[in-house]
């Protein structure tokens, strides 16, 4: 089989996919239902496939759609992992524990972030008001979630926001945009004013299996930044720490950090590792979130708010609605073989260097 083929078209192929090869490659499998609706009734859940020794001290753990819409991406490999075959290639010792569709709603929907308008992978904080401030996004946000969605307001809007990079910088204008808000519960990159289902079932889940792990390595697959098909290896551990120590020596130093300024993201707050980190204090967490880029960035944001118009302003069935989503899925899922192709092999190389980094202790 070729690397295209592992790839889904939704969410119900996608988890039809993963749970049917995750069973037929003998995992111990488990489900948890998400009890917000699907389109046209669908289930939705997030399914998890563990292979290797029950008890194993060493787990490689790999995430899809924690961004709901980029979950074709991760889904893909993990589906592939197994149908593959490379699953038999776990040295002793050591496990691997697959973790689908962690925002499920999100990739039934097409939609980046949660249910709850929430983007996943900027909730994991205390939720006591104390929150992070970013004053940038607040000056945008009219002009990045506008009430009408036309050419007009297109065109004002986009002139507020070059006004802004011109004023203050492109890198001042990203991390404005897309570093998280907590201030504008209908605005994009939003991280919530309380624990999400997907947050809290993450943490859920990781206790359960992982209790008895000493070493975990995590790989987060996203989409929708940097060039087309690279897979910017992406260590949010802080500078000097030893999971970037640890992250440098496995990856070959084939990692970058928003810390340090040499990653295409900038820094964020309430990102996913921080609750792995809590869920798992007894192990040695080494996690990175792997980038594979789509479109050019303005284009991807730009379907980020059009999205966000359609579900609070628009009709999902629509021409208008059916042309936000199709803009949507482009923007984070290449369907493509060459892309498909791009993210198969880096992501083929990056598990194997996570295996060989936990069985070498």
Same mark, same amino acid.
């Given at each position: 089989m070729t690397a295209s083929s592992y790839f889904s078209a939704d969410y119900a192929e996608a988890r039809a996919r993963f749970t049917t090869a995750a069973q037929a490659a003998? !995992? #111990?499998?488990?489900?948890?239902? /998400?009890?917000?609706?699907?389109?046209?009734?669908?289930?939705?859940?997030?399914?998890?496939?563990?292979?290797?020794?029950?008890?194993?001290? $060493?787990?490689?753990?790999?995430?899809?759609?924690?961004?709901?819409?980029?979950?074709?991406?991760?889904?893909?490999?993990?589906?592939?992992?197994?149908?593959?075959?490379?699953?038999?290639?776990?040295?002793?010792?050591?496990?691997?524990?697959?973790?689908?569709?962690?925002?499920?709603?999100?990739?039934? @929907?097409? #939609?980046?972030?949660?249910?709850?308008?929430?983007?996943?992978?900027?909730?994991?904080? $205390?939720?006591?008001?104390?929150?992070?401030?970013?004053?940038?996004?607040?000056?945008?946000?009219?002009?990045?979630?506008?009430?009408? @969605?036309?050419?007009?307001?297109?065109?004002?809007?986009?002139?507020?926001?070059?006004?802004?990079?011109?004023?203050?910088?492109?890198?001042?204008?990203?991390?404005?945009?897309?570093?998280?808000?907590? /201030?504008?519960?209908?605005?994009?990159?939003?991280?919530?004013?309380?624990?999400?289902?997907?947050?809290?079932?993450?943490?859920?889940?990781?206790?359960?299996?992982?209790?008895?792990?000493?070493?975990?390595?995590?790989?987060?697959?996203?989409?929708?930044?940097?060039?087309?098909?690279?897979?910017?290896?992406?260590?949010?551990?802080?500078?000097?720490?030893?999971?970037?120590?640890?992250?440098?020596?496995?990856?070959?130093?084939?990692?970058?950090?928003?810390?340090?300024?040499?990653?295409?993201?900038?820094?964020?707050?309430?990102?996913?590792?921080?609750?792995?980190?809590?869920?798992?204090?007894?192990?040695?967490?080494?996690?990175? !979130?792997?980038?594979?880029?789509?479109?050019?960035?303005?284009?991807?944001?730009?379907?980020?708010?059009?999205?966000?118009?359609?579900?609070?302003?628009?009709?999902?069935?629509?021409?208008?609605?059916?042309?936000?989503?199709?803009?949507?899925?482009? $923007?984070?899922?290449?369907?493509?073989?060459? @892309?498909?192709?791009?993210?198969?092999?880096? $992501?083929?190389?990056?598990?194997?260097?996570?295996?060989?980094?936990?069985?070498?202790?």
């Open positions: 003998g !995992a #111990r499998r488990e489900s948890h239902a /998400n009890p917000a609706p699907g389109p046209n009734g669908l289930a939705l859940s997030t399914d998890t496939a563990w292979f290797g020794p029950a008890d194993a001290e $060493a787990v490689l753990v790999t995430i899809s759609a924690t961004h709901g819409a980029e979950g074709f991406c991760g889904s893909g490999v993990q589906a592939g992992w197994f149908e593959s075959g490379l699953h038999r290639e776990l040295p002793p010792g050591v496990a691997l524990f697959a973790i689908h569709a962690i925002n499920p709603s999100g990739f039934a @929907w097409l #939609r980046r972030v949660t249910e709850d308008n929430v983007d996943l992978n900027r909730n994991f904080l $205390a939720h006591d008001g104390d929150y992070p401030t970013n004053q940038g996004y607040d000056d945008l946000h009219a002009a990045l979630c506008p009430r009408d @969605w036309d050419d007009a307001s297109l065109a004002e809007t986009a002139r507020i926001i070059e006004a802004y990079r011109e004023e203050h910088g492109a890198w001042a204008l990203q991390k404005a945009i897309s570093g998280g808000q907590y /201030n504008h519960a209908d605005g994009i990159f939003y991280g919530g004013n309380a624990e999400t289902w997907s947050r809290r079932a993450m943490v859920r889940i990781l206790r359960e299996n992982l209790g008895g792990a000493r070493r975990v390595a995590v790989i987060d697959y996203h989409t929708g930044l940097g060039p087309r098909g690279h897979g910017e290896r992406i260590c949010v551990h802080p500078p000097k720490s030893n999971g970037l120590a640890r992250a440098e020596a496995w990856y070959d130093g084939d990692v970058t950090s928003p810390y340090l300024g040499s990653s295409v993201s900038t820094v964020l707050h309430g990102v996913n590792s921080l609750g792995m980190a809590e869920a798992l204090p007894g192990a040695e967490l080494t996690a990175v !979130a792997i980038e594979y880029g789509t479109l050019p960035t303005e284009q991807v944001k730009l379907a980020l708010r059009a999205d966000n118009w359609l579900h609070l302003h628009g009709e999902l069935g629509s021409a208008k609605g059916q042309a936000i989503k199709d803009q949507i899925r482009a $923007a984070f899922y290449q369907d493509a073989d060459d @892309w498909k192709d791009m993210v198969w092999d880096r $992501a083929v190389e990056t598990q194997r260097l996570a295996i060989a980094g936990l069985a070498g202790g």
